[in-house]
């Protein structure tokens, strides 16, 4: 019996080293079971509550999980100004090619909160039935109305004359991130997966209007929407009831 095991590893992905912590659950020597990649927020990284509360839940269930920073954030190379989303969905192909050679892997699915599910969505329409399924935590396809009017997180800009960045929490959004993000076409991109997908969204979310996530739901062919009341875009006070919902579902793996 091989014992339960947490271990950081790195992974080149689009603008240079990736860090990430691969969970691993007890197993027996030759065993077989899934695994699934978990992506962060933009502003956020890879040790974020929901984040680990699932990669905690996912282990003791016999799942694997694989938890990265992105490009820019955490502990991983590049540079916050340089970030994309087109680079991040870069960035989680390589974590799944990764993970696609793993000797005990049997499958593979995305989960992804706020940007990170935007990120994990178009990932998931690209690849298809390479994917099992996805699990989507307030998604921010908002991002994509706000930035084509200018607006990120209660600043402004000229959308047809991005400046060079835009200061918010702290940090700079460069122009490529300004330029690409009102092009993703995200839920054209997204539709295409059809595999089974969980959507969770709190209704008191100040980041993405909860329709958003309705959108989603509309979109897809093989859904289930759980819209949470009096829960905040980072699920606060409700991270162990949106982990025990994206458990339930990915449990179904197994």
Avoid: C, W
Avoid at 219 to 241: C, I, W
């Amino acid at each position: 019996m091989i014992k339960a095991k947490s271990e950081n590893v790195e992974i080149e992905g689009a603008v240079g080293t990736l860090k990430a912590v691969l969970q691993t659950p007890a197993m027996e020597e030759g065993q077989k079971y899934p695994i699934v990649i978990l992506m962060h927020g933009i502003f956020s990284n890879k040790e974020t509550p929901l984040v680990t509360h699932l990669a905690d839940g996912l282990q003791k269930k016999g799942i694997a999980s694989i938890r990265f920073d992105f490009n820019g954030h955490g502990e991983s190379d590049g540079k916050f100004i340089d970030m994309t989303v087109p680079l991040e969905v870069e960035d989680a192909k390589a974590v799944f090619n990764y993970a696609n050679q793993l000797d005990f892997v049997s499958g593979i699915s995305l989960m992804g909160h706020s940007q990170g599910g935007v990120v994990a969505s178009l990932l998931a329409g690209e690849l298809g039935d390479q994917v099992t399924r996805l699990a989507l935590f307030a998604p921010a396809a908002v991002m994509e109305d706000l930035i084509e009017e200018g607006k990120m997180m209660g600043k402004t800009f000229d959308p047809q004359n991005p400046p060079e960045y835009i200061e918010v929490n702290n940090e700079k959004v460069g122009r490529a991130y300004l330029e690409s993000t009102s092009k993703l076409d995200i839920y054209e991109r997204a539709e295409k997966f059809q595999g089974p997908v969980l959507i969770v969204q709190g209704k008191a979310d100040q980041v993405v209007p909860y329709q958003y996530a309705e959108t989603y739901d509309e979109r897809y062919q093989n859904s289930e929407l759980h819209l949470l009341e009096d829960v905040d875009h980072v699920f606060t006070n409700a991270t162990e009831k949106a982990a025990g919902i994206g458990l339930e579902f990915l449990a179904k793996l197994k």
